[in-house]
């Protein structure tokens, strides 16, 4: 692209980055110092970001607090949170912040120019003229503050941030990675937590608060992307005249990140961390090895993209030799680590969960073993080729989920731009990375690797161990602190305290002034069109099986996908069938062993994927079809082979090694369990869901909270005799993976579809003709449990559904901008910056008429609830006008209008054909919403609060919490015995 560079900037690099198929510049702002990277292309998912080195200099929180905080206004934006304006009244197709050890970034995406712009001012806005120096509520609010009732009320702490990280430390698998840095790098910054320990938060002071950001974020420590198809000149002129210009000469900074001292060969640094569990819970095989190494400077790249692949093929792959041979000493319950990158020194580390204490030089020796028998000629070549192979194939393929391809590259760039300046494209040359690793693989480089790893320098093991008590010991701790230090003030000092929470509640709870109603540009009415984007549904059949042919642009790639139908599987079955998906190309097969097998399907395919997959008729409460579903991603010239390993895995996989399906059935059992404390929200809400609705008790009884505890009772039973899960998967598989439930979905080439049908008709006939259950079995709805999960967990996930009372009304696609405005207007400001929880959120099905509110690292949980069960009422007390009727519109669109890869429009489109939705009907439910009036959310809000009236809860939380609440509960159970 041709453009001139404004006489306010430098060029200090430019190049055409062959990879990525266009330009990129580095340029300096020659007043500021402002780092600029320009990445101009065709991509219409335009992407602006701004990052900052914020290396922390203790654990405080003081990096983490501030990305919160400078999103609380600003100097142009004077909204007490802007962010929230923007996400509840822009066309963003991304929006958030992210806090990592050494660098704080602030990203946003729009497909709309306009949209575009706004987002790029507000966000600068926030970072340089930020209302944190005019507020001090904002800082109590996100960061921490004290509350009370007065006179001789015990002294409380509350925050956002405070209770995000209350919920982080309460879950060992998120604990074990903080707490291996902290014992490789005692005298780094990495050795701190940038996010905060919640103890070191309380004593963060405003004045050292304001300090870090105000010498971290300037422009001359700030690093500046633009991305996609933008106007280059634009945009920069924009940034130099409203930005980088005001601020004056002398104010520059730089941050250096310090090498961390080495230990020396042979000396492994211990550290022995305590970590809590219930009261009540086994704390026997509970404590979790981490070994780490430092490896070789970030500004490697050869080398980093090495020590990925090598973190995977040693540590993380099914077959891998670290992996095994703990396994084999039976060590762990999950093995699992690898490279930990994202920093100036990045470390490879190796993890056993659920293992013993005194097990721990047996670690380490098995460890450096098994890296000195890769070091001399064990390593698999053939596993590191495939995981080069699949590595091409994610980059050609271009497909980033949720994520804008721009923030992706961004986030690579700074890998080493933030370290080192001399090549900010380095991490962006991705195929000629891979293309110089396969070319050293054959020469023994990756061996010589694996030899570092036995004769490194600096070395530690983390020993984190059980604890029973120790959330309730940490409580009763902070409870007596608080309660000495409210002894030691004076009554003019609690008195001041008093008058800070109060001016907080005031602050919070003040009507929105017109100024800042109005601070943040929204898009003109008539903006939006209700046009959907095509679906692309070509019904036919291949060897008498329903299929959908999606004519899309591939790009060349072969999308596959096979779905089983199991909607009558019986419930007791369900839990079994979610260990088959886990098992499915992980066990041998009657022609190959099973590391063979994975290398092979990596050598052939992008990806190759076992899940499930459920569809709600459209407008039925009760009618729905789950299948098991098998995705295969392969470039068009490898999917005969592709498909012969499809159906070899399918027809000949063999459950007859009792050891293998322990190991997968242990580490599924480790995955979720670190899930439930992790995102304990998801399970809490399908939980509540499956008292009143058959679909959701489906899904409850096959990967739910009712699979799980049914799972750990199956555990023990394999423990006694595995003959019998051994044949029921062997007879699920047999049933499951036949011609009678098989549907499917295809998007390919033109030119690749004919091969493509063939390769898919010779996998048909291979499967066995199966039958069907004369009657799909009915799951029904639990019931109105209100069931309470405690764990040692210092936070609660709080869920509560219900279903709406007038059924006639229904499908209601209005009911969309209800549950949208629910979660932005009412659950955010009650919920959230009142409460403390890390997040919140209404779900309302506006076909089915089921409503879910749930709430994530939560330190309540009756006033959460309670705040839920008068979501209407307080949603018609907003008294929400015409003007913030149009934003909450812009806001719900904006979850509709996203750009889509060509699997994520194949996978729209089959939901579409699976639930009977209509391309005429989507086009209608999109002019409801435009159409909506301030009378219709009133209507909608009545609905909503008769529905809550009588709503069932479900908890996944602390010991403490759940007990001072025990008789609302109709059960409360331990997660963890």
């Known amino acids: 692209m041709s453009f001139t560079i404004p006489d306010t900037y430098e060029l200090v690099k430019s190049e055409f980055i062959e990879d990525l198929g266009f330009d990129g ?49 600003s100097e142009k934006y004077p909204s007490r949170d802007p962010f929230m304006q923007l996400v509840k009244g822009s066309l963003h197709t991304f929006i958030n912040a992210m806090t990592y050890p050494d660098k704080t970034m602030y990203p946003v995406s729009s497909c709309n120019d306009a949209d575009f712009r706004i987002l790029t001012d507000v966000y600068l806005d926030a970072v340089f003229r930020p209302n944190i120096y005019r507020r001090p509520e904002i800082f109590m609010q996100e960061g921490w503050h004290y509350e009370t009732d007065g006179g001789d009320s015990p002294l409380t702490v509350n925050g956002v941030v405070y209770s995000e990280m209350k919920g982080k430390s309460s879950s060992p698998d998120s604990n074990v990675f903080d707490e291996l840095l902290y014992t490789i790098f005692p005298d780094s910054v990495y050795g701190r937590c940038s996010g ?151 470390v490879f580390s190796v993890i056993a969960k659920n293992t013993d204490e005194d097990r721990t030089e047996e670690f380490l020796s098995i460890i450096k073993e098994t890296f000195r028998a890769v070091r001399d000629g064990g390593l698999n070549r053939r596993a590191v080729r495939a ?8 980059f050609r393929e271009n497909a980033y989920g949720s994520y804008p391809r721009g923030l992706d590259l961004f986030k690579n760039m700074l890998q080493s731009w933030i370290y080192t300046e001399d090549d900010p494209f380095r991490y962006l040359r991705v195929l000629k990375i891979l293309g ?19 004769d490194t320098d600096h070395e530690s093991v983390t020993v984190l161990v059980p604890e029973k008590g120790l959330a309730e010991k940490e409580d009763k701790a902070l409870a007596d602190k608080l309660e000495a230090f409210r002894r030691d003030r004076t009554d003019d000092e609690l008195r001041r305290i008093k008058e800070d929470f109060d001016s907080l509640r005031s602050y919070q709870e003040a009507p929105e002034t017109d100024e800042e109603k109005n601070c943040v540009p929204t898009l003109p009415r008539g903006s939006i069109s209700p046009e959907p984007e095509p679906l692309f549904n070509r019904e036919t059949t291949l060897c008498g099986v329903p299929a959908v042919i999606h004519d899309i642009n591939t790009n060349g790639i072969v999308y596959l996908r096979l779905l089983f139908d199991i909607t009558d599987v019986p419930a007791e079955d369900l839990p079994i069938v979610d260990l088959l998906i886990e098992s499915m190309g992980k066990v041998d097969t009657l022609r190959t062993a099973y590391a063979d097998l994975v290398d092979d399907v990596r050598l052939t395919a992008g990806g190759l994927d076992f899940d499930t997959a459920l569809f709600r008729k459209k407008n039925s409460r009760d009618e729905f079809t789950a299948y098991l579903s098998v995705s295969l991603r392969v470039l068009g010239e490898k999917t005969a082979h592709a498909i012969d390993l499809l159906k070899e895995i399918i027809s000949e996989s063999s459950f007859s090694d009792p050891a293998r399906v322990r190991e997968i059935f242990d580490e599924m059992m480790s995955a979720k369990s670190r899930d439930i404390l992790y995102s304990g929200h998801e ?15 489906f899904n409850d009884s096959l990967d739910g909270l009712g699979s799980y505890f049914r799972q750990t009772a199956m555990l023990k039973e394999f423990e006694e005799g595995p003959e019998p899960l051994l044949r029921d998967l062997e007879r699920l598989r047999c049933e499951i993976f036949s011609r009678s439930r098989l549907t499917v979905s295809l998007a390919a080439e033109s030119g690749d579809l004919p091969a493509v049908e063939r390769g898919i008709g010779s996998l048909v006939k291979s499967l066995p003709e199966g039958s069907r259950r004369s009657h799909d079995s009915v799951i029904n709805p639990l019931g109105l449990l209100n069931e309470a999960f405690s764990s040692a967990s210092q936070v609660q996930y709080v869920a509560a559904a219900s279903c709406l009372p007038d059924q006639t009304r229904l499908p209601d696609p209005g009911m969309a901008l209800i549950d949208f405005a629910v979660s932005g207007e009412v659950l955010y400001p009650e919920v959230r910056l009142k409460g403390g929880a890390y997040g919140c959120s209404c779900t309302i099905n506006s076909s089915t008429g089921l409503v879910l509110f749930r709430s994530y690292r939560d330190p309540n949980l009756s006033s959460t609830l309670d705040v839920y069960r008068s979501a209407g009422e307080l949603l018609k007390s907003l008294k929400i006008d015409d003007e913030k009727l149009w934003q909450l519109i812009i806001g719900t669109y904006s979850r509709i209008l996203r750009p889509l890869s060509p699997f994520q429009k194949m996978y729209r489109s089959f939901y579409a054909y699976a639930t009977g939705k209509t391309l005429d009907e989507i086009r209608e439910d999109r002019k409801k919403i435009l159409g909506m009036t301030v009378r219709d959310v009133e209507e909608r809000a009545d609905l909503l609060s008769r529905a809550m009236e009588n709503c069932g809860f479900c908890v996944i939380g602390g010991e403490g919490a759940i007990d001072k609440d025990r008789a609302m509960f109709g059960s409360v159970k331990k997660v963890f015995e």
């Open 387 to 394: 995981f080069i192979e699949r590595s091409e194939f994610k």
């Open 25 to 73: 510049y580095i340029l300096r702002h020659k007043m500021s110092g402002a780092r600029v990277c320009l990445l101009p292309c065709d991509d219409t998912n335009k992407l602006f970001c701004i990052a900052f080195a914020t290396p922390p200099e203790d654990s405080k929180g003081t990096p983490h607090i501030i990305e919160h905080t400078v999103l609380c206004g």
């Open 196 to 346: 905060g320990e919640p103890a070191d938060i309380l004593s963060l002071s405003r004045e050292e608060y304001l300090d870090f950001h105000r010498r971290h974020y300037d422009p001359s420590n700030s690093y500046i992307m633009f991305y996609g198809d933008i106007d280059p000149e634009e945009r920069l002129d924009y940034l130099d005249r409203e930005y980088l210009s005001t601020v004056a000469e002398g104010e520059k900074t730089s941050f250096f990140i310090g090498q961390q001292p080495r230990f020396g060969k042979g000396n492994v640094r211990m550290r022995r961390v305590a970590y809590p569990v219930g009261t009540d819970e086994d704390d026997s095989s509970k404590t979790y090895l981490a070994w780490g190494s430092l490896t070789c400077d970030a500004s490697d790249e050869t080398e980093c993209a090495a020590w990925e692949i090598l973190g995977e093929v040693l540590v993380n792959d099914p077959a891998a030799p670290v992996k095994r041979a703990l396994t084999d000493a039976g060590i762990g319950q999950e093995i699992y680590g690898g490279f930990l990158n994202h920093m100036k020194e990045p």
């Open 436 to 454: 110089e690793l396969k070319e050293r693989l054959e020469e023994g480089y990756f061996e010589s690797l694996a030899g570092k790893l036995i």
């Open 683 to 697: 399970f809490a809400s399908d939980r509540c869901l499956a008292y009143i609705d058959p679909y959701s008790a």
